[in-house]
Each structure stands twice: as structure tokens, then as C-alpha cells.
């Protein structure tokens, strides 16, 4: 029965479908004729690449407003900090260290001392001016230069020249094992 009133009805039905067809193709030959007119293509180029152009800038504020916020934390000091690593990515001597966090500066400057250290057994302060390391002098050096200067072999010996109350100490303080 539903076939044979379907059948009564095509061809209202299929004008009113056809009609409907064609409205939507109009629409849609309208739309991209606009498109083309506005030359959207060209300006959503354009707004691709003016955001991505601003990223580096945003980065540099983002990065520095970071560093006004947390001013108090090592790195924002030029402190060395010791963070452990996958042990794949170690270096034989990467924490043999004698002990001591040092701050760059004119002349290295001891931060802190690590408690129980060949560093804290020797008497070295947090506050005192660190002017030799090894022989070579610490000014002007930067954090990854100290701290690559205080590292080496298990055992080994380092040599602290000292500037403390205007009297000039050395130490020499065995590296040891960090972890």
C-alpha cells in the first residue's frame, strides 16, 4: 500500500526534492564564488604566518616574565644544581664533585656547602669568593664552565683557591661520588 501512494505522489515529491537540490547548489555556487572574491585563501596565509611570527615574541615575554615571578629559584641566580639523569646519560664522571654549589659572578662564589662533603670537612663557607679552580681562574666564568671544572674521576683531587676576609686559602678536596 505505501508503495502505491509513493507512486501517486512522485511527482509532486520529486519536484519539491529537486527544487530543494537545486536551492542548495545555489547556495553553495553562491558561497564559494564569495570565497573567491575575498580572497580567503590569501588571507588565512597571511594570518597563519603573522601567528606564527609572533610566537618567538611571546616566547621572550612568556620566558621572562617566568623569570621575574620565580627570581628567588637557582637557575634564575646562575646557581649550579645538581639533578639526577637517566642513567644512560651519565658520564663516568658527572657526580664525582667535591661537595660545593657555586654561584658565576665576577668570581665564583660558594652558595652552598653540601653537609658531610670532602667540601664541609674542609672548612669552605657558603659567602666565600672562590678564585682558582685547579690553577684556573674563575672570572667571569659561567655556571656550566664551574661546574665542569669541579667535576672529575672518582677519588681524584680538585684545588680551591679561596678569598675569605681578605686572606687567600687552599683546599684541596677529594671528588666524591654525588648520588
Known amino acids: 500500500m505505501a508503495d502505491a501512494s509513493a507512486a501517486h505522489a ?3 515529491a520529486h519536484a ?25 585563501m590569501r588571507l588565512s596565509a597571511a594570518l597563519a604566518l603573522y601567528t606564527i611570527l609572533s610566537l618567538a615574541p611571546l616566547l621572550v615575554i612568556t620566558l621572562k616574565l617566568v623569570g621575574v615571578v620565580l627570581r628567588n ?19 663516568p664522571d658527572e657526580w664525582t664533585h667535591p661537595g660545593v654549589q657555586l654561584n ?38 659561567d655556571s656550566p664552565s664551574l661546574q665542569r671544572a669541579l667535576r672529575g674521576r672518582p677519588n681524584s683531587l680538585v684545588r680551591l683557591t679561596v678569598l675569605r676576609n681578605g686572606r687567600r686559602l687552599t683546599y684541596r678536596l677529594r671528588r666524591v661520588s654525588m648520588l
Open 10 to 12: 512522485g511527482p509532486a
Open 16 to 40: 519539491k526534492r529537486r527544487g530543494r537540490a537545486l536551492a542548495f547548489f545555489a547556495i553553495l555556487k553562491e558561497t564559494v564564488s564569495d570565497w573567491i572574491e575575498v580572497k580567503a
Open 73 to 91: 629559584k637557582d637557575y634564575a641566580r646562575q646557581q649550579i644544581t645538581l639533578v639526577p639523569l637517566p642513567a644512560a646519560a651519565v658520564a
Open 104 to 141: 658565576a659572578g665576577p668570581f665564583a662564589q660558594v652558595a652552598r656547602v653540601e653537609p658531610g662533603t670532602p667540601a664541609a670537612h674542609a672548612g669552605l663557607h657558603a659567602g666565600d669568593t672562590v678564585v682558582r679552580i685547579d690553577g684556573r681562574t674563575t672570572w667571569k666564568e
